[in-house]
């Protein structure tokens, strides 16, 4: 149970928004692939991991450029919330969801992002160096400062040793206009364009880079079986798994069970 809804109830709703979604795709000749624990619950478990509650994907950035230009064109049963389209998302990337559902995070400000699909965008990343390392010093610095912007995290006690560093940030933050803030995300985030003998990543993730392969792990794809669809996956499915998350098919201790989402309500409308 989330917020007394059953867990597969919401994740039934999550694969109606996933279904629909790959629709539209297709109808646009947009290019996809599962990701993160959607992908490892396809691979390990023939479905969602079964505490899992939302679902993840990738576009290549120039796909998720036209897509991004085609929102106002999905089905009216869905919801785009993009710092393009929604003044109080917290997120810099796109996410998809029932238009008619309610799931409120708890942060700061609590989020209704209803129950859906992350859409993160899948950029080219310079090899290990001096590039790479600025690069991630910057995506942490904006992460932070986009967090702070819109209420975007979990109210928690801060050490007293560290509380100078967010007050710094929380200066910095309120100088920036919110559209500037998002802008600069993304031109960051996208520096570097993806090419087929690179590397890539979704760099908007948590796993850093983890979640950094060879383009070719991506590739064409294959098809996936997810919760009893036919989806796209990266070619070398194992190859990313294990590199995102090691033993892949080892099960957590029961005590991280969860998804890790601090849920306040929910509604499937």
Same mark, same amino acid.
């Given at each position: 149970?989330?917020?007394?809804?059953?867990?597969?109830?919401?994740?039934?709703?999550?694969?109606?928004?996933?279904?629909?979604?790959?629709?539209?795709?297709?109808?646009?000749?947009?290019?996809?692939?599962?990701?993160?624990?959607?992908?490892?619950?396809?691979?390990?478990?023939?479905?969602?991991?079964?505490?899992?509650?939302?679902?993840?994907?990738?576009?290549?950035?120039?796909?998720?450029?036209?897509?991004?230009?085609?929102?106002?064109?999905?089905?009216?049963?869905?919801?785009?919330? *993009? &710092?393009?389209?929604?003044?109080?998302?917290?997120?810099?990337?796109?996410?998809?969801?029932?238009?008619?559902?309610? +799931?409120?995070?708890? #942060?700061?400000? =609590?989020?209704?992002?209803?129950?859906?699909?992350?859409?993160? &965008? $899948?950029?080219?990343?310079?090899?290990?160096?001096?590039?790479?390392?600025?690069?991630?010093?910057?995506?942490? $610095?904006?992460?932070?400062?986009?967090?702070?912007?819109?209420?975007? #995290? #979990?109210?928690?006690?801060?050490? &007293?040793?560290?509380? +100078?560093?967010?007050?710094?940030?929380?200066?910095?933050?309120? $100088?920036? &206009?919110?559209?500037?803030?998002?802008?600069?995300?993304?031109?960051?985030?996208?520096?570097?364009?993806?090419?087929?003998?690179?590397?890539?990543?979704?760099?908007?993730?948590?796993?850093?880079?983890?979640?950094?392969? =060879?383009?070719?792990?991506?590739?064409?794809?294959?098809?996936?079986?997810?919760?009893?669809?036919?989806?796209?996956?990266?070619?070398?499915?194992?190859? #990313?798994?294990?590199?995102?998350?090691?033993?892949?098919?080892?099960?957590?201790?029961?005590?991280?069970?969860?998804?890790? *989402?601090?849920?306040?309500?929910?509604?499937?409308?």
């Amino acid at each position: 149970m989330v917020a007394g809804v059953p867990l597969a109830r919401i994740q039934q709703r999550a694969f109606a928004v996933l279904g629909a979604l790959v629709d539209f795709f297709q109808a646009h000749a947009i290019d996809y692939y599962l990701v993160g624990g959607t992908l490892l619950g396809a691979v390990r478990h023939g479905g969602f991991i079964p505490w899992d509650d939302d679902i993840d994907i990738v576009v290549p950035r120039k796909d998720y450029r036209r897509l991004l230009g085609l929102l106002d064109r999905l089905p009216p049963t869905l919801r785009a919330i *993009h &710092p393009s389209t929604d003044a109080h998302t917290p997120y810099p990337f796109l996410v998809v969801s029932d238009r008619h559902s309610r +799931w409120v995070v708890d #942060y700061a400000h =609590p989020f209704d992002r209803g129950i859906g699909v992350d859409v993160f &965008p $899948l950029d080219g990343v310079p090899p290990p160096g001096m590039r790479r390392r600025l690069l991630r010093k910057s995506i942490a $610095l904006l992460r932070s400062m986009t967090m702070n912007k819109q209420k975007g #995290y #979990y109210l928690r006690p801060v050490p &007293p040793a560290q509380r +100078w560093r967010f007050a710094l940030v929380a200066l910095a933050t309120s $100088l920036v &206009p919110r559209a500037l803030l998002f802008a600069m995300y993304d031109r960051v985030v996208s520096s570097l364009p993806a090419s087929s003998d690179g590397l890539v990543g979704n760099l908007y993730g948590l796993y850093g880079d983890r979640e950094v392969v =060879p383009a070719q792990v991506f590739g064409s794809g294959k098809s996936l079986v997810f919760h009893g669809g036919s989806f796209r996956a990266p070619a070398h499915t194992e190859t #990313y798994l294990t590199h995102v998350y090691g033993d892949f098919r080892q099960l957590p201790p029961l005590e991280r069970r969860n998804s890790g *989402h601090r849920i306040r309500a929910v509604s499937l409308g």
